[in-house]
């Protein structure tokens, strides 16, 4: 079975970081791309970067730039999106996902909260 498991989320100043874990499990890590999105209370899911396990490449919208990194470990599976000056507007519940025979899979979200 494929799953993906998010983890790392909580609460946090603005300006400060959180590092959030996509754990994956049950398809050939190395062979996809995993993506990570953000859905904000009242807004619509956005995707915010992506990473190609295979060789490293990465993408990141602008809002993103230059104060999210995302990594992966192909020992652990495991895909990162360490983010830091964040801002309140950075609030919401972030996803990871891959597509996987031809269809989406999600994880279940976690909470990133932001004050100040």
């Known amino acids: 079975e494929v799953q993906l498991v998010e983890s790392g989320g909580g609460l946090v100043q603005a300006g400060g970081s959180l590092r959030l874990s996509c754990a994956t499990s049950?398809?050939?890590?190395?062979?996809?791309?995993i993506t990570w999105f953000r859905q904000a209370s009242g807004k619509e899911r956005e995707g915010i970067s992506c990473?190609?396990?295979?060789?490293?490449?990465?993408y990141y919208i602008d809002s993103v730039k230059g104060r999210f990194t995302i990594s992966s470990d192909n020992a652990k599976n495991t895909v990162y999106l360490q983010m830091n000056s964040l801002e309140p507007e950075d609030a919401a519940v972030y996803y990871c996902?891959?597509?996987?025979?031809?269809?989406?899979?999600w994880g279940q979200g976690t909470q990133v909260t932001v004050s100040g």
């Open positions: 049950g398809f050939t890590f190395d062979n996809y791309a």
């Open positions: 990473i190609t396990v295979s060789d490293g490449s990465t």
């Open positions: 996902a891959t597509v996987y025979n031809g269809g989406w899979i």
